[in-house]
């Protein structure tokens, strides 16, 4: 596994520990991405692009990545982009994060586009790798994935308000 290069944490702001202490500075807007980046970095070598490859961190801290990965798929392309371009590794983690988070609609919301991804996942992976995008993306099936989507969009302020709180408390913990 090739490891990710310093340029790829180029103009973002990076703590060494993940304690209230080293976060206090950080604005809630900028708390996510600072706390995504800072893990990828300190877990580099193993990172491979999934939450679960980070090594170094307990469960709720790889939640926070996959929540953070779920939504950002979801924002740059919809649930189905989520499904085709993760495969859904991390999708019961995304899911677990989710409910630790307090957000049961979107967990709920997100459990029932896992049973969707599930039932097609092979017709998907297919499509996937004949890179028959266009394909997928005008099918019924992403589109009855699509249907999460706006559901997604309309939560997006309690999302990122429940994912700030979630990794305020867990700094709080590990002070």
Do not use: I, Y
């Given at each position: 596994m090739k490891q990710i290069p310093d340029w790829f944490f180029d103009g973002v702001t990076l703590v060494e520990n993940l304690t209230s202490t080293s976060l206090t500075a950080i604005e809630d807007d900028q708390?996510?991405?600072?706390?995504?980046?800072?893990?990828i970095r300190i877990d580099r070598a193993t990172y491979d692009g999934t939450a679960s490859s980070l090594k170094s961190f307990s469960q709720p801290w790889k939640q926070i990545v996959a929540v953070w990965q779920l939504w950002g798929e979801i924002a740059n392309g919809g649930v189905h982009q989520y499904f085709y371009n993760s495969e859904g590794v991390d999708a019961e983690l995304a899911r677990d994060g989710l409910l630790a988070m307090k957000c049961d609609e979107l967990a709920g919301l997100f459990d029932d586009a896992m049973k969707v991804w599930e039932s097609e996942r092979d017709m998907i992976?297919?499509?996937?790798?004949?890179?028959?995008?266009?394909?997928?993306?005008?099918?019924?099936r992403a589109s009855e994935l699509e249907r999460f989507t706006e559901s997604f969009y309309a939560r997006e302020a309690e999302l990122k308000h429940a994912l700030v709180r979630y990794i305020r408390s867990l700094a709080a913990r590990s002070a």
């Open positions: 708390l996510e991405e600072t706390v995504v980046f800072s893990m992976q297919l499509l996937k790798q004949r890179n028959a995008w266009a394909d997928f993306k005008g099918s019924e």
